[in-house]
């Protein structure tokens, strides 16, 4: 039995209906929150499904307009690269990383020359897709090698510059990289390229159906551990990114995303600069099977992407950009 006045402030008030609560909304999500991941591959006329993430597909260079031109019409902002090399150009070195022949270049002249500046193209700078051994780096004697995966890094992002990009990604986690990439940009007259660092990027176990996707998985040869960091720590994702807005980078990236949700928004807090997450393969799959088998509805992806906006990113990288897009534009 409930005595005495009710309280004076009922805060359901504003929940009452739904003009209300679009009313006092804190947080929402537009297609100017979205950037779209895309796989490519070799050959032409292909689109073919990559079994571990339902609903995506690698496509071939001549394919890209079917993506690509739905991304537009959903006001996507951003388009994000990603090749599967294929294995007999894989080695060691990840020399094909460097090859302007190779499917990112390729894409990225396509794409710039089809395109112009209607929509933004982001490449990735690393070594996993092109290496035999899996890793971001050159490898020797099971050590991951900084200072000289820096200088094929530094390469890469310059032919990528010089092929139309317009933001570029080191994903590497290489230390010291960003400040030499942003050097070697600025003496080769690609000041206006921007930098986005995956500054604070895990080894997670939630990357398994990206590594699919590139073809890296059944290459990688041990673990990441010594150069992504150990997902028990926060304060040293602090000190990443310091170090890297330091060397010039403009963007920072968060990845994963979901599990990382503090991580974001100390970051946001603490330097006031653009935060990106990455909402990755494990993540998206999860979501999609738990709405193929009836676990979950598919309101969970709009409310997995608002809790990105909810701890302060700026953007977000995900799958579902399209999907999603065409609903809320």
């Known amino acids: 039995m409930i005595t005495g006045k009710y309280p004076s402030l009922r805060l359901r008030r504003n929940r009452k209906y739904k003009w209300i609560r679009r009313l006092v ?7 100017n929150d979205l950037i779209l991941p895309i796989f490519l591959t070799e050959g032409k006329n292909k689109q073919i499904k990559i079994p571990s993430m339902p609903g995506i597909y690698r496509y071939s260079i001549n394919m890209l307009p079917r993506v690509i031109d739905k991304a537009l019409s959903n006001k996507i902002p951003m388009i994000a690269f990603f090749p599967n090399t294929p294995t007999n ?52 004697n099971n050590k991951i090698l900084n200072d000289e995966t820096n200088k094929v890094l530094i390469e890469q992002a310059l032919l990528q510059a010089q092929m139309g990009c317009d933001i570029l990604a080191p994903s590497d986690m290489m230390d010291g990289r960003i400040g030499e ?25 939630f990357y398994g159906p990206f590594r699919d996707a590139v073809g890296s998985k059944s290459f990688l040869k041990g673990d990441k551990k010594t150069y992504q960091m150990d997902f028990s720590n926060s304060d040293e994702a602090i000190r990443e990114v310091a170090l890297d807005i330091k060397e010039g980078a403009d963007l920072v990236m968060v990845k994963p995303g979901m599990p990382y949700l503090d991580i974001i928004t100390n970051i946001k807090k603490k330097f006031k600069i653009p935060v990106f997450a990455y909402q ?13 088998n009836k676990i979950i509805n598919e309101n969970a992806i709009i409310e997995s992407l608002i809790s990105f906006k909810r701890a302060g990113a700026s953007a977000i990288v995900t799958y579902f950009a399209n999907e999603v897009a065409k609903k809320i534009i």
Do not use: W
């Open 25 to 31: 909304r804190e947080n929402d999500l537009s297609s």
């Open 181 to 205: 990439i942003r050097k070697a940009l600025d003496k080769n007259n690609h000041t206006d390229v921007q930098l986005l660092s995956y500054a604070v990027k895990f080894a997670s176990n």
């Open 280 to 292: 990755v393969s494990g993540e998206y799959s999860l979501i999609k099977n738990g709405i193929k």
């Open 89 to 140: 150009k894989k080695n060691n070195f990840g020399s094909e990383s460097l090859n302007e022949n190779n499917l990112v270049c390729k894409a990225l002249r396509y794409a710039k020359r089809k395109y112009k500046n209607e929509i933004g193209f982001m490449t990735d700078v690393a070594l996993d897709p092109y290496t035999s051994h899996g890793h971001d780096g050159l490898l020797k």
